[in-house]
């Protein structure tokens, strides 16, 4: 029997026994395997985090199909891919709406099963036909892709603007002050992070340069809005408020809810309370805040008597970085932390470090708790796996390359993850290929030495990707470039 039938069968004794679970996706940003204390952390702890794992199934080998926010959010929504689509990769502030109306998503999935759907935190996907327009009607947007609500940070904080878009406005514009988004200066006085360095409350060290916020730079230029921009530090507070709002309200369920924390991403600017907190600095502050949000929503489901009736997953949308454009002493504090624990590279890369990252899932009553497995599992599967929980299929070939998990995810016996994992860097130029414990990594650069374009490496002894096999075993380079090539054609 293949494994395709084998998910099949499991997904569908799983909808059929049991009622149709709520869903909480918390994907956190730029957080690293080895950035939580269950993953081996040991100079900053998450307890939050660390109690989902006890009580749930802690995944070795979860991943994120692509090393960067973008398209990693892409294939968790859509099912597919990233490479496959143009334009997928970070997106402008100023950017368009990347999921067309109509495409199949995980949200379109359990909607059409009778979820109430909702996406709160940081969208960077792209609003609008053309780009987005900041001071009438946001669409197309989450709410033509499957979602009944959201409260987005519409891009990424580290660009502009810092506003909140709620369902299809910006929350508390000002008619009288109009919102302008730009990549150009519009003044030639208009205050810059060069202009006004002295005074920002964390430098940059590369880019983040053009309009000043809250006292720091960002990527890319705006005017007015004023009553409408929030206070960095009060981000994930506003969200968390949000997130307990909305599961109060749709508490009789089944719900859907998708929170996309920024935490640990660029500026790490976490509310006071979390200040000076760890000894990594403002990205372990961070990790600190994420871990709080994590919890606060167990609070809330368990305050509501949800908890056995609500799958959690835990995971982060890229492995991590340290500089990432602002001198926040990520670097200087770091000591011997390992962010991406054992593993090479981080975010950017298509090396271990760039798209293993931690992946936790607790269900009380269906998921067996304190399980660590070595499934292999990404983020691109989640479209038709939560649908397979939920009773559903993707429709008119939607989510082609999502596998249907469902067993694995929750543990039933006898399941299996992936029998391959494709890794992808943020414009689809690069890529790494896992089947079993072999990983190929392909870069598009440099192209003058075949033997630095193609390097093999043996995870099972080589975690770290130290050693390249491909001149030892070219049996399996053979093997894993075959298999890329089908995937991504030849390149």
């Not at 340069?209 to 230029?221: K, P």
Request: charged share 25%; glycine share 10%; proline share 7%.
């Amino acid at each position: 029997m293949s494994r395709s039938l084998v998910a099949l069968l499991l997904g569908c004794s799983i909808a059929n026994a049991v009622e149709k679970p709520n869903i909480v996706v918390i994907m956190a940003d730029d957080l690293g395997y080895g950035d939580v204390s269950c993953y081996g952390a040991k100079r900053v702890t998450t307890p939050n985090i660390d109690r989902l794992a006890s009580e749930g199934r802690r995944f070795t080998s979860g991943y994120c199909p692509a090393s960067t926010c973008t398209p990693t959010r892409y294939s968790f929504m859509t099912g597919t891919y990233a490479f496959r689509t143009k334009g997928t990769g970070v997106a402008a502030p100023n950017a368009a709406a990347i999921i067309p109306p109509g495409t199949e998503t995980v949200a379109s999935l359990l909607k059409r099963a009778g979820y109430a759907t909702a996406v709160v935190g940081k969208w960077h996907l792209g609003l609008g036909e053309k780009e987005p327009n900041w001071n009438g009607e946001l669409k197309p947007g989450p709410l033509d892709v499957g979602f009944d609500h959201c409260l987005l940070l519409p891009t990424t904080n580290d660009r502009v603007p810092q506003v909140f878009v709620e369902d299809r406005r910006v929350r508390n514009l000002d008619p009288k002050d109009p919102l302008w988004v730009g990549s150009l200066k519009p003044t030639p006085d208009h205050p810059t992070g060069i202009t006004e360095r002295a005074k920002l409350k964390i430098d940059w060290s590369a880019g983040h340069n053009n309009t000043v916020h809250n006292g720091i730079g960002r990527i890319g230029f705006y005017t007015g809005g004023a009553k409408a921009r929030f206070r960095d530090e009060d981000l994930a507070d506003e969200w968390i408020k949000e997130c307990d709002a909305w599961i109060e309200k749709k508490k009789d369920g089944p719900f859907f809810l998708f929170f996309a924390s920024h935490s640990v991403h660029v500026p790490r600017i976490p509310h006071e309370r979390f200040q000076g907190q760890s000894p990594l600095g403002p990205r372990g502050d961070s990790i600190l805040e994420f871990d709080w949000q994590v919890g606060a929503i167990a609070r809330t489901l368990d305050r509501l008597k949800l908890t056995e009736k609500t799958l959690v997953i835990v995971c982060s949308d890229n492995g991590p970085v340290l500089d990432d454009g602002y001198k926040d002493f990520a670097v200087e504090k770091l000591g011997d932390h390992k962010p991406a624990g054992p593993f090479r590279g981080g975010k950017y890369t298509v090396f271990e470090g760039g798209t293993r990252t931690p992946l936790i899932a607790r269900w009380p009553g269906h998921i067996a708790p304190g399980i660590t497995t070595d499934e292999a599992i990404s983020l691109v599967d989640l479209a038709a796996s939560l649908g397979a929980l939920a009773g559903e299929k993707p429709k008119g070939g939607g989510c082609p390359d999502s596998q249907d998990l469902s067993g694995a995810l929750v543990g039933s016996k006898g399941a299996v993850g992936r029998d391959h994992v494709l890794q992808q860097d943020n414009a689809g130029l690069n890529f790494g290929l896992r089947v079993g414990s072999w990983k190929l990594v392909r870069q598009s650069t440099p192209k003058k030495d075949p033997m630095t374009r193609e390097v093999l490496f043996d995870l099972a002894t080589d975690p770290g990707e130290t050693t390249d096999l491909a001149t030892k075993r070219p049996d399996e380079l053979k093997r894993l470039r075959a298999k890329l090539d089908s995937i991504v054609g030849k390149r």
